[in-house]
Protein backbone atom coordinates (compact mmCIF):
# COMPACT_ATOMS: atom_id res chain seq x y z
CA UNK A 1 0.00 0.00 0.00
CA UNK A 2 2.62 2.46 0.56
CA UNK A 3 4.51 1.78 -2.72
CA UNK A 4 1.13 2.64 -4.26
CA UNK A 5 1.03 5.97 -2.28
CA UNK A 6 4.53 6.66 -3.01
CA UNK A 7 3.77 6.28 -6.80
CA UNK A 8 0.74 8.17 -6.86
CA UNK A 9 2.49 11.25 -4.68
CA UNK A 10 5.36 10.95 -7.36
CA UNK A 11 3.07 11.19 -10.12
CA UNK A 12 1.65 13.94 -8.48
CA UNK A 13 3.83 15.70 -8.25
CA UNK A 14 5.18 14.87 -11.89
CA UNK A 15 2.06 16.18 -13.03
CA UNK A 16 2.38 19.82 -11.61
CA UNK A 17 6.06 19.94 -12.22
CA UNK A 18 5.42 19.26 -15.68
CA UNK A 19 2.61 21.61 -15.74
CA UNK A 20 4.55 24.82 -15.30
CA UNK A 21 6.13 24.29 -18.87
CA UNK A 22 4.60 25.97 -21.90
CA UNK A 23 3.39 23.34 -24.74
CA UNK A 24 4.95 23.87 -27.91
CA UNK A 25 2.22 24.07 -30.45
CA UNK A 26 2.37 22.46 -33.67
CA UNK A 27 3.18 24.32 -36.80
CA UNK A 28 0.91 24.83 -39.75
CA UNK A 29 1.56 22.87 -42.37
CA UNK A 30 2.26 24.95 -45.15
CA UNK A 31 1.10 25.67 -48.43
CA UNK A 32 2.30 22.95 -50.92
CA UNK A 33 4.47 24.58 -53.33
CA UNK A 34 4.34 25.34 -57.42
CA UNK A 35 6.77 22.30 -58.08
CA UNK A 36 4.66 20.38 -55.57
CA UNK A 37 1.70 21.12 -56.82
CA UNK A 38 3.02 20.16 -60.45
CA UNK A 39 3.86 17.08 -59.45
CA UNK A 40 0.87 16.56 -57.40
CA UNK A 41 -1.30 16.99 -60.86
CA UNK A 42 1.08 15.03 -63.03
CA UNK A 43 -0.29 12.34 -60.72
CA UNK A 44 3.25 10.40 -60.06
CA UNK A 45 3.59 9.66 -56.77
CA UNK A 46 6.77 8.61 -56.48
CA UNK A 47 8.38 11.46 -57.34
CA UNK A 48 9.67 14.14 -55.41
CA UNK A 49 11.25 17.71 -56.11
CA UNK A 50 14.60 16.74 -55.00
CA UNK A 51 14.68 14.00 -57.77
CA UNK A 52 13.46 16.55 -60.63
CA UNK A 53 16.01 18.67 -59.80
CA UNK A 54 18.92 16.35 -59.44
CA UNK A 55 17.60 14.70 -62.46
CA UNK A 56 17.65 18.07 -63.93
CA UNK A 57 21.39 19.11 -62.88
CA UNK A 58 22.40 15.51 -64.18
CA UNK A 59 20.97 16.09 -67.75
CA UNK A 60 22.23 19.69 -67.84
CA UNK A 61 25.61 18.00 -67.08
CA UNK A 62 25.44 15.29 -69.25
CA UNK A 63 24.71 17.25 -72.16
CA UNK A 64 26.73 20.14 -71.82
CA UNK A 65 29.94 17.77 -71.52
CA UNK A 66 28.44 15.73 -74.42
CA UNK A 67 28.12 19.10 -76.79
CA UNK A 68 31.20 21.02 -75.27
CA UNK A 69 32.94 18.14 -76.54
CA UNK A 70 31.49 17.36 -79.85
CA UNK A 71 31.71 21.15 -80.89
CA UNK A 72 34.76 22.59 -78.67
CA UNK A 73 32.21 25.76 -77.84
CA UNK A 74 31.74 25.93 -74.33
CA UNK A 75 28.75 28.52 -74.79
CA UNK A 76 26.51 26.01 -76.99
CA UNK A 77 26.97 23.67 -74.36
CA UNK A 78 26.27 25.96 -71.58
CA UNK A 79 22.55 27.02 -73.67
CA UNK A 80 22.19 23.63 -74.58
CA UNK A 81 22.19 21.92 -71.07
CA UNK A 82 20.09 24.94 -69.95
CA UNK A 83 17.52 23.43 -72.40
CA UNK A 84 18.27 20.10 -71.41
CA UNK A 85 17.76 21.04 -67.50
CA UNK A 86 14.02 22.22 -68.43
CA UNK A 87 13.05 18.86 -69.98
CA UNK A 88 12.07 16.60 -66.52
CA UNK A 89 9.84 19.90 -65.66
CA UNK A 90 8.57 20.20 -69.32
CA UNK A 91 7.33 16.60 -68.96
CA UNK A 92 5.87 16.68 -65.68
CA UNK A 93 3.51 19.94 -66.95
CA UNK A 94 2.74 17.64 -70.12
CA UNK A 95 1.77 14.57 -67.88
CA UNK A 96 -0.06 17.12 -65.92
CA UNK A 97 -2.10 18.27 -68.78
CA UNK A 98 -2.42 15.47 -69.96
CA UNK A 99 -3.87 14.03 -66.78
CA UNK A 100 -6.01 16.52 -66.01
CA UNK A 101 -7.66 16.56 -69.84
CA UNK A 102 -8.23 12.79 -68.99
CA UNK A 103 -9.85 13.38 -65.86
CA UNK A 104 -11.87 16.26 -67.41
CA UNK A 105 -14.07 13.28 -69.44
CA UNK A 106 -14.20 10.74 -66.60
CA UNK A 107 -15.43 12.68 -63.64
CA UNK A 108 -19.01 12.80 -65.02
CA UNK A 109 -19.27 9.46 -65.08
CA UNK A 110 -17.46 9.59 -61.50
CA UNK A 111 -20.27 11.53 -60.45
CA UNK A 112 -22.84 9.05 -61.62
CA UNK A 113 -21.81 6.48 -60.38
CA UNK A 114 -21.79 8.15 -57.31
CA UNK A 115 -25.00 9.73 -57.10
CA UNK A 116 -26.17 5.99 -58.30
CA UNK A 117 -24.75 4.75 -54.78
CA UNK A 118 -26.13 7.19 -52.77
CA UNK A 119 -29.39 6.75 -54.30
CA UNK A 120 -29.15 2.98 -53.40
CA UNK A 121 -29.28 3.81 -49.83
CA UNK A 122 -25.38 3.86 -49.29
CA UNK A 123 -23.73 6.22 -47.01
CA UNK A 124 -21.48 8.80 -48.82
CA UNK A 125 -18.45 7.29 -47.01
CA UNK A 126 -19.38 3.87 -48.52
CA UNK A 127 -20.76 5.43 -51.48
CA UNK A 128 -17.07 6.61 -52.48
CA UNK A 129 -15.15 3.30 -50.99
CA UNK A 130 -17.24 1.70 -53.99
CA UNK A 131 -15.66 3.67 -56.39
CA UNK A 132 -12.51 1.72 -55.84
CA UNK A 133 -13.94 -1.36 -57.73
CA UNK A 134 -16.76 0.12 -59.47
CA UNK A 135 -15.67 3.61 -60.63
CA UNK A 136 -13.21 4.96 -63.85
CA UNK A 137 -9.63 2.62 -64.07
CA UNK A 138 -8.01 6.86 -64.02
CA UNK A 139 -9.63 7.07 -60.50
CA UNK A 140 -9.67 3.40 -58.77
CA UNK A 141 -6.13 4.13 -57.03
CA UNK A 142 -6.86 7.48 -55.80
CA UNK A 143 -10.43 6.26 -53.80
CA UNK A 144 -8.54 2.52 -52.94
CA UNK A 145 -6.43 4.93 -50.78
CA UNK A 146 -9.34 6.74 -49.33
CA UNK A 147 -11.23 3.68 -48.11
CA UNK A 148 -7.97 2.36 -46.97
CA UNK A 149 -7.81 5.56 -44.36
CA UNK A 150 -11.25 5.32 -43.85
CA UNK A 151 -11.10 2.00 -42.72
CA UNK A 152 -7.88 2.20 -40.44
CA UNK A 153 -9.98 4.62 -38.60
CA UNK A 154 -9.40 8.30 -39.85
CA UNK A 155 -12.25 10.66 -39.33
CA UNK A 156 -13.81 11.37 -42.68
CA UNK A 157 -12.95 15.07 -43.41
CA UNK A 158 -9.60 13.85 -42.68
CA UNK A 159 -9.45 11.07 -45.54
CA UNK A 160 -11.04 14.09 -47.72
CA UNK A 161 -8.64 15.95 -47.55
CA UNK A 162 -6.07 13.06 -48.61
CA UNK A 163 -8.26 12.28 -51.29
CA UNK A 164 -8.09 15.99 -52.34
CA UNK A 165 -4.56 15.96 -52.23
CA UNK A 166 -3.85 13.19 -54.23
CA UNK A 167 -6.37 13.83 -56.71
CA UNK A 168 -4.93 17.86 -56.70
CA UNK A 169 -8.27 18.45 -59.45
CA UNK A 170 -10.56 21.09 -59.49
CA UNK A 171 -13.01 19.21 -60.06
CA UNK A 172 -12.39 16.94 -57.03
CA UNK A 173 -12.31 19.68 -54.63
CA UNK A 174 -15.32 20.95 -55.62
CA UNK A 175 -17.22 17.19 -54.73
CA UNK A 176 -15.43 17.10 -51.60
CA UNK A 177 -16.77 20.36 -50.76
CA UNK A 178 -19.96 19.63 -51.39
CA UNK A 179 -19.85 16.20 -49.71
CA UNK A 180 -18.17 17.90 -46.78
CA UNK A 181 -21.16 20.34 -45.94
CA UNK A 182 -23.83 17.43 -46.87
CA UNK A 183 -22.00 15.13 -44.47
CA UNK A 184 -22.07 18.02 -42.08
CA UNK A 185 -25.61 19.79 -42.01
CA UNK A 186 -27.34 17.12 -44.15
CA UNK A 187 -29.10 17.17 -47.40
CA UNK A 188 -31.40 15.54 -49.46
CA UNK A 189 -30.66 16.99 -52.42
CA UNK A 190 -27.54 15.46 -52.69
CA UNK A 191 -28.59 13.36 -55.76
CA UNK A 192 -29.71 16.51 -57.76
CA UNK A 193 -26.73 18.22 -57.09
CA UNK A 194 -24.43 15.74 -58.55
CA UNK A 195 -26.87 15.31 -61.21
CA UNK A 196 -26.25 19.19 -62.08
CA UNK A 197 -22.86 18.60 -61.61
CA UNK A 198 -22.40 16.00 -63.70
CA UNK A 199 -24.02 17.73 -66.75
CA UNK A 200 -22.08 21.06 -66.20
CA UNK A 201 -19.18 18.67 -66.53
CA UNK A 202 -20.12 16.83 -69.55
CA UNK A 203 -20.92 20.15 -71.23
CA UNK A 204 -17.46 21.98 -70.32
CA UNK A 205 -15.41 18.65 -71.27
CA UNK A 206 -17.17 18.94 -74.79
CA UNK A 207 -16.95 22.90 -75.42
CA UNK A 208 -13.32 22.66 -74.46
CA UNK A 209 -12.53 19.91 -76.71
CA UNK A 210 -13.95 21.84 -79.57
CA UNK A 211 -11.69 24.84 -78.63
CA UNK A 212 -8.44 23.32 -77.72
CA UNK A 213 -8.59 21.20 -81.30
CA UNK A 214 -8.74 24.30 -83.22
CA UNK A 215 -6.54 26.23 -81.42
CA UNK A 216 -4.17 23.51 -81.12
CA UNK A 217 -2.46 25.31 -84.26
CA UNK A 218 -1.41 28.19 -81.96
CA UNK A 219 0.47 25.56 -79.48
CA UNK A 220 2.29 23.72 -82.16
CA UNK A 221 3.50 27.10 -84.72
CA UNK A 222 4.81 28.42 -80.71
CA UNK A 223 6.74 24.97 -80.99
CA UNK A 224 8.05 24.74 -84.06
CA UNK A 225 9.23 28.41 -83.85
CA UNK A 226 11.30 27.91 -80.63
CA UNK A 227 12.83 25.08 -81.92
CA UNK A 228 13.77 25.43 -85.52
CA UNK A 229 16.62 28.29 -84.65
CA UNK A 230 18.19 25.97 -82.14
CA UNK A 231 17.87 22.59 -84.31
CA UNK A 232 19.55 24.45 -87.37
CA UNK A 233 22.30 25.93 -85.02
CA UNK A 234 22.95 22.37 -83.41
CA UNK A 235 23.41 21.47 -86.82
CA UNK A 236 25.60 24.42 -87.95
CA UNK A 237 27.62 23.43 -84.69
CA UNK A 238 29.00 20.29 -86.21
CA UNK A 239 31.65 22.42 -88.76
CA UNK A 240 34.35 23.70 -86.99
CA UNK A 241 34.43 26.91 -88.64
CA UNK A 242 30.46 27.86 -87.42
CA UNK A 243 31.32 26.72 -83.84
CA UNK A 244 34.12 28.62 -83.44
CA UNK A 245 31.90 31.76 -83.78
CA UNK A 246 30.87 31.39 -80.66
CA UNK A 247 33.98 30.42 -78.77
CA UNK A 248 33.70 34.05 -76.83
CA UNK A 249 31.79 35.88 -74.35
CA UNK A 250 30.07 37.76 -76.69
CA UNK A 251 29.05 34.46 -78.51
CA UNK A 252 27.94 33.48 -75.23
CA UNK A 253 25.70 36.99 -74.67
CA UNK A 254 24.02 35.80 -78.06
CA UNK A 255 23.12 32.83 -77.26
CA UNK A 256 21.85 33.78 -73.92
CA UNK A 257 20.17 36.36 -75.55
CA UNK A 258 18.30 33.85 -78.02
CA UNK A 259 17.22 31.81 -75.26
CA UNK A 260 15.37 34.87 -73.08
CA UNK A 261 13.55 35.98 -76.55
CA UNK A 262 12.48 32.37 -76.93
CA UNK A 263 11.38 31.82 -73.69
CA UNK A 264 9.62 34.88 -74.10
CA UNK A 265 7.76 35.15 -77.03
CA UNK A 266 7.06 31.22 -75.99
CA UNK A 267 5.26 32.28 -73.32
CA UNK A 268 3.10 35.18 -74.90
CA UNK A 269 2.53 32.80 -77.91
CA UNK A 270 1.03 30.33 -75.53
CA UNK A 271 -0.59 32.91 -73.30
CA UNK A 272 -2.62 34.74 -76.36
CA UNK A 273 -3.46 30.88 -77.56
CA UNK A 274 -4.16 29.43 -74.13
CA UNK A 275 -7.66 29.11 -72.89
CA UNK A 276 -8.83 29.75 -69.75
CA UNK A 277 -7.37 27.03 -66.65
CA UNK A 278 -9.59 25.83 -64.28
CA UNK A 279 -8.00 27.08 -60.92
CA UNK A 280 -8.21 25.54 -57.48
CA UNK A 281 -9.45 27.41 -54.81
CA UNK A 282 -11.07 25.24 -52.62
Known sequence: M???????????????????????????????????????????????????VTLSLVLAFVVFISLTALTGAVPIGVCFGLFAAAVPWAALSWQANRRQTALREIWPDA????????????????????????????????????????????????????????????????????????????????????????DFLRDDARTRAELEARQSWTVNGARLAVVAPWAILLLLATQPDAAAAYQSVAGLFVLLGGIAVSVICYRLMLRIGALPAERRVL
Not at 183 to 197: N, Y
Open 2 to 52: SVILGLALGAGLLSIWWSFWPRTEKPAPSAPSKAQQLIARSGIARITVPGV
Open 111 to 198: IDNLRSAVRAGLTLPEALTQLADRGPVELRDAFASFARDYRSGARFDDALNRLKDTLADPTADRLIAALKVTREVGGADIGRLLQTLS
